[in-house]
């Protein structure tokens, strides 16, 4: 069964410090994303 892809929104800069947070927290557990800037 394979898992839904993630899409990690954020603006153009990674700015948001929700973002960030949520970033770090992908890559530690090592799921897989796809980062899409506005």
Known sequence: ???????LWSDA???S???MSV???LQ?????FY????
Not at 1 to 7: C, H, L, Y
Not at 28 to 32: A, G, M, R, T, Y
Not at 35 to 38: D, G, I, L, Q, T
């Open 28 to 32: 530690e557990k090592s799921l897989p």
């Open 35 to 38: 980062p899409e800037n506005r």
């Open 1 to 7: 069964m394979s898992q839904p892809a993630i899409t």
């Open 17 to 19: 410090p929700y973002v």
């Open 13 to 15: 800069d990674f700015f």
């Open 23 to 25: 970033y770090v927290a």
